[in-house]
């Protein structure tokens, strides 16, 4: 079966703009989250949704921000782009976001901000 | 708070066992994950192991957990090149939350 789908691959954007990353999971999977991966903070949870909800939020300010539609594919958004943000953003589909089946994670998509 | 610790780095000789470790501060934790990351790719989930259990063999790979001293260690037999990449240990806690908490990730060298 395909596997969870994100794209662009690469990305590049200069500061002070918006960005929208797509996610497209597993098909029969509902659950999808996001994440943050830079040299110096790691792998950080940035959020959750499942069935078109968002059920948890790591601690990112509100620049940050996602939906999933009826489909399950997921989007999350960063406006007004600061450096900081560059950065490989990973998203990972699992059944139910339940612990006991598993994430399957994307290749992710790299955002350089200039 | 939630915590996952790990050593950054390690070097075997191909044909030699690799271990790598894991400490977690979060006694709820569920499910224990190790995953491998190559250069310019994605996580690829390795194993996973239950709280309840103390050992998993998958192949290659040997998953020990200490529950009481929230250890979790990753043995990999006979080591490949292929196998040098960034392994991440995560823990995920109780209850639907979709979150995964990651250590720092530990680089993994093979030299042939």
């Known amino acids: 079966k395909a596997g969870v789908t994100q794209t662009p691959r690469y990305l590049i954007k200069t500061r002070g703009q918006q960005v929208t990353l797509s996610c497209s999971p597993i098909s029969g999977h509902r659950s999808v989250s996001w994440y943050q991966q830079t040299p110096g903070q790691g792998l950080q949870f940035l959020f959750e949704?499942?069935?078109?909800?968002?059920?948890n939020k790591g601690n990112f300010p509100g620049r940050f921000s996602g939906r999933q539609f009826s489909n399950s594919r997921s989007e999350m958004n960063v406006s007004t782009l600061e450096l900081g943000d560059s950065a490989l953003y990973l998203c990972?589909?699992?059944?139910?976001?339940?612990?006991?089946?598993?994430?399957?994670f994307g290749s992710g998509t790299r955002l350089t901000v200039v | 708070g939630e915590d996952v610790e790990q050593s950054l780095f390690l070097s075997v000789r191909e044909g030699d066992s690799s271990v790598i470790n894991c400490t977690y501060t979060?006694?709820?934790?569920?499910?224990l994950y190790w995953y491998k990351q190559e250069p310019g790719a994605g996580l690829q989930l390795l194993t996973y192991i239950f709280s309840n259990m103390d050992m998993k063999q998958d192949q290659r790979l040997t998953v020990l957990l200490n529950k009481k001293d929230k250890h979790l260690s990753l043995r990999i037999a006979d080591t490949q090149t292929g196998d040098s990449a960034i392994y991440f240990c995560a823990e995920a806690g109780s209850g639907n939350t979709g979150k995964l908490i990651f250590g720092q990730g530990t680089t993994l060298q093979v030299k042939p």
């Open positions: 949704y499942f069935s078109e909800t968002q059920r």
């Open positions: 990972a589909s699992s059944w139910s976001g339940g612990s006991g089946y598993g994430y399957t």
């Open positions: 979060d006694s709820s934790s569920t499910y």
